[in-house]
């Protein structure tokens, strides 16, 4: 009876414990965020779920246009885009030469509209898009990716001009008049947080979506900003990135 009881107890302690044992999670993707969202959760919820951990998003400005059309929010496509893994990409590999890499801070923003939330996360995560496809650096960081690293440069910007756009204006007047536009103003600094090059990159939504929402209008502000950004930096010929 002794070796019976023994062994219910193992059982029972056995049962117990795997019951408790954390069990492996595949990471959070762009799909998985929409199927969230398609069930009724609400933002918040998902955010808590997005910040739980571990995540595999995807975010070209292709992949946010079909998160912002699935119906998922700003502040859920910003969590998204604030997760340590999607911040910068996949350039934490231990091979990599981070002799010439880049910190990508998080954009900020003086505008208060609330059409504006969102667009300077979208705008960074295009920035980073643009820089990876020019190859400009070796590795791009996050905030947290670049603890304790020392970057070849260092990029910041802020949102300080917006205007949502106005279809009537569009409509009605035409000419140009009434589209959407976004202002940023970039700063890059090197490794030493030394100043090296500062200009206010301004795009307006192009004159073919005239007659197109004004949402959509600044879907495509986040990519014109991003290739203006680059084209100028490029332009700008700063010493330590032309060696």
Known sequence: MKRIGLAIC???????FGATRPQSTAPLTN???????KAGLSDDLIVLKINSGPTKFRTDPSDLVALKNAGISDAVIGAILKTPATAAGSNTNTATDLSRAALINIFGS???DPDAAGLPDATR????????????????LSPEEAAGKKALAEISSELVDFAPGNVAARLVIGLGT???????NFVVKDGNGKMLWKKTIKETASFWSNSASSSAQRSEL?????????????KAKIGILAQ
Request: proline share 2%; net charge positive.
């Open 178 to 184: 009434g589209r959407a536009h976004a202002g940023f």
């Open 31 to 37: 799909d998985d965020v929409i199927s969230l969202k």
């Open 110 to 112: 003086t505008v208060n």
């Open 10 to 16: 193992v059982l029972i302690a056995g049962s117990v």
């Open 222 to 234: 986040p990519e014109k900003v991003a290739k203006a950004f680059v084209e100028e930096l490029q």
């Open 125 to 140: 995560a295009a920035v980073i898009q643009v820089l990876k496809n020019k190859k400009m650096f070796s590795a791009l």
